[in-house]
């Protein structure tokens, strides 16, 4: 089947700066996305989610870009702090048909160098 | 407001034990899902649940099975363990089917020895 992509397993940043994690998605009529957080010993955290008649949404410090034409979606995250040290998930779902579940991708560990 | 709750939080069983896992989800509600975790797949959809009825279905064996009570608690049975079911089982609750978030409980570690 089609699946979600992270396109790096570990990214590291400086504290303070701000952080970019990229996510590239095959199904082209997936229209719900979603990015989840997952700190090691915990349950994904729901972080911020977007729909395909978007491209750009807004939260307390982090921001969804998604690109319908090259299928990518990106989470920036503001002023990078230590506590958003985890592994980011990025996740698509087509609502229509069937509505399986979630499709995750593999993830990208953050790493927040002091 | 009370997140999911899932028990217990670790398990440890032998091959060809069978294994009950049980979720609450967050107050209101409706639908519940479940996810296995492992190192080399990642999060995989097990299966959904509404209103009690099983409504979508991930590509696991029929050892894997679940269901949901009438006040959208839920349980996910596996038997007939094998040591490859070793994983985190996520339960993930969402007020609707579509168009809204899961919101994941913190998992129940499973070891089959």
């Known amino acids: 089947g089609e699946s979600v992509g992270l396109h790096l397993p570990t990214l590291s940043v400086q504290e303070g700066d701000n952080s970019i994690i990229n996510c590239a998605y095959s199904n082209s009529a997936s229209d719900y996305f979603i990015w989840y957080k997952q700190e090691s010993g915990k349950g994904p955290q729901f972080i911020i989610d977007i729909r395909s008649n978007m491209d750009k949404r807004q939260g307390q410090r982090v921001t969804v870009l998604l690109n319908k034409t090259v299928k990518h979606l990106s989470l920036q995250i503001a002023a990078t702090q230590p506590g958003d040290s985890a592994v980011y998930f990025c996740a698509e779902k087509y609502s229509g048909g069937g509505a399986d579940g979630l499709t995750f991708g593999k993830g990208t560990h953050l790493i927040i160098q002091p | 407001k009370a997140g999911v709750t899932q028990t217990p939080r670790y398990l440890i069983k032998t091959r060809g034990q069978q294994v009950t896992l049980s979720c609450s989800p967050i107050?209101?509600?409706?639908?519940v899902s479940w996810y296995q975790q492992t190192p080399g797949q990642g999060l995989q959809f097990l299966f959904e649940?509404?209103?009690?009825?099983?409504?979508n279905k991930g590509n696991f064996p029929g050892r894997f099975s679940g269901r949901q009570f009438s006040n959208s608690r839920s349980e996910m049975n596996v038997s007939t363990l094998e040591l490859g079911d070793s994983a985190l089982y996520l339960c993930?609750?969402?007020?609707?089917?579509?168009?809204?978030?899961?919101?994941f409980g913190n998992g129940t570690r499973l070891t089959v020895t």
């Open positions: 107050s209101g509600h409706r639908s």
């Open positions: 649940y509404f209103s009690e009825t099983q409504r």
């Open positions: 993930a609750s969402s007020p609707t089917r579509v168009g809204s978030p899961l919101h």
